[in-house]
């Protein structure tokens, strides 16, 4: 055999071999499509979900929306805290130390509640209508604070809000999952949050686990939130509650 045959029948091998791999790959995919889930190819490269495929792809079009909406119209008076990729940043925390000349290690967030529920999917849809230096109906709701950052689009999971009171309270019978109204997160030098609020943890998904990262904290742990609450941090720790960015479906 030449030694140009030679060379030919490897090319060919090679090719061969890449085209089994990438049928492999291939067949993944189209597996994960019947059984209407993410493909471990995507998966890989996106942020953590435990959404179907359907939903998944639904939540990425509303996240791409979300930031070209950012672009085109300049910040948003909330921010979707759900549809950021990292959403343990601390861009708010960098804003702040250099506007007031702070040490941002001495920073932490003070957390009050904006009593107005604001939807995601509501927001995408209003936003999709208007023009460019053009406000929306929903943003009509809300205040302007003189620090910090407004931000939505969290579930309470193990309990609930109690518009009442204006506390945390118990889950209504039958309701798992409920939207917690507009946050605002101020940051405070040296804040010290008082005892009776609840210190409820903010996860990603609603797997809570997550790998441990280098800062020693879980990959799936966003920050602790401080709520206003009438029962003590035992209550609410025996009943799971925490805080969710994104649903499972």
């Known amino acids: ?3 140009a045959s030679q060379t030919s029948l490897e090319d060919l091998k090679r090719a061969i071999k890449g085209f089994v791999v990438m049928s492999e790959i291939l067949e993944k995919v189209y597996h994960a499509f019947l059984n209407n889930q993410v493909p471990e190819l995507w998966a890989n490269a ?11 792809v639904k939540d990425l079009e509303m996240r791409c929306a979300f930031v070209g909406n950012w672009i085109i119209h300049g910040l948003p008076k909330s921010f979707w805290l759900s549809g950021f990729f990292f959403p343990q940043g601390k861009g708010s925390y960098v804003n702040y130390a250099r506007k007031h000349n702070y040490p941002i290690d001495h920073l932490s967030f003070k957390f009050n509640i904006v009593p107005v529920i604001r939807d995601q999917e509501i927001v995408t849809e209003q936003m999709a209508e208007v023009q460019k230096g053009e406000s929306i109906q929903l943003d009509e709701e809300l205040p302007v604070p003189p620090e910090g950052v407004l ?11 109690d518009w009442k009171l204006m506390v945390v309270g118990d889950s209504a019978k039958g309701v798992m999952y409920s939207p917690l109204p507009v946050l605002h997160m101020d940051p405070v030098m040296d804040y010290e949050p008082d005892h009776s609020l609840y210190s409820a943890p903010l996860y990603k998904t609603s797997a809570r686990a997550g790998t441990l990262s280098t800062t020693g904290h879980s990959t799936n742990y966003v920050v602790a939130v401080y709520l206003p609450s009438h029962a003590q941090q035992d209550y609410w720790i025996a009943k799971g509650a925490a805080l969710l960015c994104q649903l499972s479906d």
């Open 1 to 3: 055999m030449s030694h």
């Open 46 to 56: 996106a942020y953590p979900s435990l959404k179907t495929l359907s939903s998944w």
């Open 151 to 161: 931000v939505h689009g969290l579930y309470m999971d193990g309990f609930s809000w």
